[in-house]
């Protein structure tokens, strides 16, 4: 059985799908339970314009109250929302996650100083090495900060978004990467895999092999997967490749959560 615990529809700005269209795919797909974690990122730079990109979270609840009983015979939906957090916004996250009746909440790094990786903006007059650490860094810092979430999303993404010739071997950032880790696993948080690589033609998994195993070794448990999609087709792609992967490097369980609290279920 599969979990889908990272999917966007139209309530996010880069997906036009409805909401139904991707909890009909999950059922034709025979998923037992998905979350929907629609985008919200404040305060990003575009055309030197500073823009928020916010989920209308009053529609957007009340439309998942009223698909997740249209459909509650069929597929467990769950409520979620998917952070783009930066140092000077996460006040602004706190009150919206103590606002709003969430069972996850992703925690992702999208923007950095209020410019976005997916644009390509961070990474202009910067080394690939100098991308890197800075977006390490600024995890860290956040998350020493910001404790009102789930798992940590996509946490390599600063992989995607740079020269996919010249990744940087993870071990280069091991002392970073080992403190996000660990600071995670004492908060009792968790990490996504995020198979969003496979579209992506990433040549490892996100987060990376080494960061999975490294969670694993450190005493993380805590792990969910996700799709990252944003039409019907991306729905759970890639996580029959996944799943045995988890396996292999000694995963025994699979999270999914219920008012932001983990339950565990066995690969």
Do not use: W
């Not at 995607?160 to 940087?168: M, P």
């Amino acid at each position: 059985m599969y979990y889908d615990y990272h999917m966007h529809c139209d309530f996010s700005r880069d997906s036009k799908t409805p909401m139904e269209d991707m909890i009909r795919k999950s059922i034709d797909l025979k998923l037992s339970e998905i979350c929907f974690t629609d985008h919200s990122d404040y305060s990003i730079l575009v055309n030197n314009i500073e823009q928020d990109h916010e989920v209308d979270y009053k529609n957007y609840l009340k439309s998942l109250e009223f698909f997740q009983n249209k459909y509650k015979k069929e597929i467990t939906i769950k409520k979620g929302v998917e952070i783009g957090l930066q140092n000077h916004t996460i006040d602004k996250y706190i009150e919206d996650i103590k606002s709003y009746d969430f069972d996850f909440v992703i925690a992702s790094i999208h923007t950095i100083n209020k410019s976005d990786l997916i644009d390509r903006d961070f990474y202009k007059n910067k080394s690939q090495y100098e991308a890197y650490r800075q977006y390490y860094e600024n995890l860290y810092n956040i998350i020493k900060k910001f404790k009102n979430y789930s798992v940590l999303g996509h946490l390599d993404l600063v992989k995607r978004y740079g020269d996919l010739n010249n990744i940087i071997d993870d071990k280069i950032f091991g002392d970073e990467i080992d403190e996000i880790l660990k600071m995670a696993i004492y908060d009792g948080k968790g990490i996504e895999i995020n198979t969003s690589c496979f579209r992506y033609n990433m040549p490892d998994l996100t987060p990376s092999s080494y960061i999975l195993k490294r969670y694993k070794e450190l005493g993380g448990e805590i792990l969910t997967t996700g799709s990252d999609s944003h039409n019907p087709s991306q729905v759970a792609y890639g996580f029959e490749k996944v799943y045995p992967q988890l396996q292999d490097m000694g995963y025994k369980y699979i999270c999914t959560f219920d008012k932001m609290k983990p339950n565990f279920i066995k690969l």
